[in-house]
């Protein structure tokens, strides 16, 4: 028989998905399951975006541009000149999802065999970008005592050699939910002029910053603009993450020049979601102020009760809709798994995603955590009251 290429070997398996099967099992044994394992908002798509859905009318579905349609360009420059990113239609190339934006990025600006920087815990499909693009991820550790602030410029450089070609941050972070500050990007720019590196930014996250607090995105530092590379996405915005529409921003030309050409062999971006993403764009800002109202009544909900267990720690987020939490636990992937299979209070039980998928660092987040406050506040605590219970009962419990 044939054997299967040796990156297809290599290509992990999502973290956040490997569980699906043990709550599948679940539900067919008549449990509820509350799902705090993936960022699937429950929020409403916005009237706009779905009535442009609705209401198409053409007679050919044909092919679009690769770089995407200049109409829906020009309305994402008008979305990114309001925060002040200072762009033009030309600067962005529309991919298929934010993941497409992050591939094509690597592909374009590293060579095979070359490191990319990432503090971790990070989104793990990044080792799958990685892994399709022969890249090298070099992961930095972030702790959770410090709510996982941007570790120290000293250790970012301990780890740069002759190959490392970028860094790669998400904010607001998907796992942590820690906000960047303009101290931490502006640390981060002075290193990517030192040593010539792009600073790729994840920043699905955009819309979701709590307490007021001030987002800040590599866009608006003076002096970086060949170096940066923004990846985004409508998925978490708008609550479209079906719609598999994101793009790629950067002023530097030859980075738009050749992520063309990427995006030239696979031909083109949909049609329909160009449309939809067009009138997405005109979302009233009340959409988004009712969206933050809630998600941070769900994390002030979520964490309060969490640092109400006996022996959890769970910091609070300044953005995006995660949290990750320290048990007292031997195991979190045995832990996750066995509440699935084998607990449950009064029928139902909890779906979450271990840490240790989130860390390229063998042995990192054995006892960590990752919940998506993509629920509401009722079935939250309802959540919380199955973990609660859950954390006496497991036979891997450590002293608090």
């Keep these: 028989m044939p054997k299967i290429s040796e990156k297809g070997v290599l290509m992990p398996a999502s973290p956040i998905r490997k569980l699906t099967p043990y709550a599948d099992k679940a539900k067919q044994e008549g449990k509820k399951v509350y799902h705090l394992n993936i960022g699937q908002p429950d929020i409403a798509t916005p009237e706009g975006m779905l009535n442009a859905v609705k209401n198409i009318d053409f007679d050919v579905w044909a092919y679009t541009p690769s770089e995407g349609t200049l109409s829906y360009r020009t309305k994402l420059a008008e979305y990114y000149n309001k925060l002040g990113y200072g762009i033009t239609p030309a600067d962005i190339l529309v991919t298929i999802g934010g993941s497409e934006a992050i591939t094509i990025a690597m592909q374009t600006c590293v060579n095979e065999g070359d490191e990319i920087i990432i503090p971790e815990p990070f989104y793990a499909n990044y080792n799958g970008f990685a892994c399709m693009s022969n890249v090298v991820v070099k992961p930095i550790l972030s702790y959770i005592e410090n709510g996982f602030a941007l570790p120290a410029i000293a250790e970012f450089e301990k780890l740069i050699t002759g190959k490392t070609k970028a860094i790669i941050i998400c904010n607001p972070n998907n796992p942590t939910g820690y906000l960047y500050s303009r101290e931490e990007l502006e640390a981060l720019k002075d290193l990517c002029l030192k040593y010539d590196l792009f600073l790729f930014s994840d920043e699905a996250y955009r819309e979701f910053c709590y307490d007021g607090k001030e987002f800040i995105s590599p866009m608006h530092l003076d002096g970086l603009a060949e170096n940066v590379v923004i990846m985004d996405t409508v998925s978490k915005r708008y609550s479209a993450c079906g719609a598999r529409l994101g793009c790629l921003i950067t002023k530097n030309k030859e980075v738009i020049q050749s992520g063309?050409?990427?995006?030239?062999?696979?031909?083109?971006?949909?049609?329909?979601?160009?449309?939809?993403?067009?009138?997405?764009?005109?979302?009233?800002?009340?959409?988004?102020?009712?969206?933050?109202?809630?998600?941070?009544?769900?994390?002030?909900?979520?964490?309060?009760?969490?640092?109400?267990?006996?022996?959890?720690?769970?910091?609070?987020?300044?953005?995006?809709?995660?949290?990750?939490?320290?048990?007292?636990?031997?195991?979190?992937?045995?832990?996750?798994?066995?509440?699935?299979?084998?607990?449950?209070?009064?029928?139902?039980?909890?779906?979450?995603?271990?840490?240790?998928?989130?860390?390229?660092?063998?042995?990192?987040?054995?006892?960590?955590?990752?919940?998506?406050?993509?629920?509401?506040?009722?079935?939250?605590?309802?959540?919380?009251?199955?973990?609660?219970?859950?954390?006496?009962?497991?036979?891997?419990?450590?002293?608090a």
């Design 260 to 399: 063309l050409k990427f995006a030239q062999a696979r031909l083109s971006p949909g049609m329909v979601e160009q449309i939809a993403g067009t009138a997405a764009v005109d979302t009233p800002d009340s959409y988004f102020d009712e969206v933050n109202k809630e998600y941070t009544l769900r994390r002030d909900t979520l964490v309060k009760r969490l640092n109400n267990i006996e022996g959890v720690f769970c910091p609070n987020p300044g953005g995006a809709f995660y949290v990750v939490a320290k048990f007292p636990i031997d195991d979190s992937d045995k832990f996750c798994q066995w509440m699935l299979e084998s607990f449950d209070n009064n029928g139902e039980t909890v779906m979450m995603a271990p840490a240790t998928g989130f860390y390229s660092t063998p042995g990192s987040g054995k006892t960590e955590v990752r919940m998506a406050y993509v629920l509401n506040t009722e079935d939250l605590n309802k959540a919380m009251d199955c973990l609660d219970i859950a954390l006496q009962q497991y036979p891997g419990r450590t002293m």
